[in-house]
Structures are given as structure tokens and as C-alpha cells.
């Protein structure tokens, strides 16, 4: 039987609202894996991007444990969403006063950028990971899908992935978080284009086959995965489809 999950309304990177981030906005996303975009090698995409993490930037003459304070945080945002997570809910599950908040994280915006960069330095990471060790680019594209999966099977995290969670009109119409999420999301896209480039390259894929393109129709399963899994998810019917999907596209 399915699980019934939370519904969150769908919103696709091919259709940003148009009043949140420009044009110019939604076309960094859809034109990420294009030919300049993608010149880098794979080790040098990411080689530096999570050096810095949301320790970094950690404010001084804290009193509470900070850390742990943004993974609480983010699992709640997980839960709920941008909008519907309230400040004192936060507060409660960061277990800090509303005075340590404001001396420290200064807003609620500034707080889920933390557990965005929290969240890619988890989640996020394990599929990189996934995708990037393997020996072969049919492999590693497999194996961040199963991962993601695997992700959405463990019962102690919320299935909402706070990345694609992101693609909406309450985060996107503030534009650092804007910003922020573009960037991660073209830089996944760049990722991945350059793995099945490098692939293509050393004959594992057909000569005919069109990284760029193939990208896009990942992305967007992976969107539309991530947000149906929220009101029913049966990993044997989903593994069928990715088996499908990767297969019509010789990965």
C-alpha cells in the first residue's frame, strides 16, 4: 500500500512564478548545464563549494549549542515548510529565547539560509557523493537515485527535501534565499551534465546522446519525485520507473 504523506503544492523549476524571481532568474536554472556552464570537471565543481559551511559563519558569544540548534531547525522546516513553520515552534525545537535568536541568527529568512547550507551539507552531500564515486557515470547517476530513495525510506528525517521545498513563492520572493537556491541548483545541474559528459566522452554512452537534455529530464523527475512522495511513495513502483526512465535515456 502506498504511505500517505503531507501534500505540498508542486511548483517545477520550468515554472517558477513569474513574480518572484526574474527572468533572468529562472533562465540560470533551466540553462545551467549549458556548454559554458559546464567546463569544469566533476572534482572541481564541488571541490571547494562546501569548505565553508554553516559553521563558518557562526555568530560569536553564543550560549546555546548552535549546531544543533540548526539541525533541529531544519528538521521543522522539513515538517512544514518556509510560511507554515512558526517562530516560537522553532525557538521551542531550538531550544533557545526569542532574545538569543535575534542577538544571534537575526531573522527567520536568515535562519532557514543556515538550514539550507546545513541541509546540503547532509543530504545533499550523501547524494554527491553517490554520484561521484562510482565507477561508471551509469552507475553513479543510479546510485544518487537510490540514494535519494534510500533518504526517503529512513523514518527519522520528514520527507520534504528542503532543496526542492525551496522551489516556491514564499522562499523564492526573498532573494537571498533566492539567490542561494539557484546557485545550488544550477550547481548540481552542472554536476551531473559533467558526468555524463565525461562519460560520453570515454564511449560508456552513445555518441548521439545529449547531456544537456538528459540533465533536464532528471532534474525534473527528481522534482516531481520529491514532491508526490510527500502524498504517496512505494519505492518497488518508483525504482520501476527510474529503471525505465534511465534505460529509454541509455544511462
Request: proline fraction near 4%; hydrophobic fraction near 40%; include cysteine.
Amino acid at each position: 500500500m502506498p504511505v500517505q504523506r503531507r501534500l505540498c503544492a508542486p511548483v517545477t523549476i520550468a515554472t517558477l512564478p513569474s513574480n518572484t524571481p526574474t527572468q533572468n532568474d529562472r533562465l540560470s536554472v533551466a540553462t545551467a548545464t549549458s556548454t559554458n556552464a559546464c567546463r569544469a570537471s566533476c572534482q572541481d565543481v564541488f571541490s571547494g563549494r562546501y569548505k565553508w559551511s554553516y559553521n563558518d559563519a557562526m555568530p560569536r558569544g553564543i550560549t546555546f549549542d548552535y549546531e544543533k540548534a540548526i539541525a533541529g531547525a531544519t528538521q521543522l522546516f522539513r515538517k512544514h515548510g518556509y510560511s507554515n513553520t512558526s517562530l516560537r515552534a522553532l525557538l521551542k525545537v531550538m531550544k533557545i529565547g526569542e532574545g538569543s535568536f535575534y542577538n544571534t541568527i537575526k531573522s527567520k529568512e536568515r535562519l532557514y539560509l543556515e538550514c539550507l547550507k546545513h541541509y546540503n551539507e547532509t543530504v545533499g552531500r550523501e547524494r554527491i557523493a553517490a554520484l561521484t564515486s562510482a565507477p561508471s557515470v551509469k552507475a553513479g547517476v543510479r546510485a544518487l537515485l537510490r540514494t535519494v530513495l534510500d533518504q526517503l525510506d529512513d523514518p527519522k528525517t520528514p520527507n520534504l527535501c528542503l532543496m526542492a521545498g525551496s522551489i516556491s513563492t514564499d522562499v523564492l520572493q526573498e532573494r537571498e534565499l533566492r539567490a542561494y537556491v539557484l546557485s545550488e541548483i544550477g550547481a548540481f545541474l552542472t554536476l551531473l551534465t559533467e558526468r555524463i559528459r565525461a562519460g560520453k566522452a570515454a564511449g560508456e554512452l552513445k555518441a548521439d546522446l545529449e547531456p544537456e537534455i538528459v540533465v533536464q529530464i532528471i532534474g525534473t523527475f527528481l522534482q516531481g519525485l520529491l514532491r508526490t512522495a510527500l502524498i504517496s511513495y512505494d519505492r518497488k513502483q518508483v525504482e520501476r520507473q527510474i529503471d525505465v526512465l534511465l534505460t529509454s535515456l541509455g544511462l
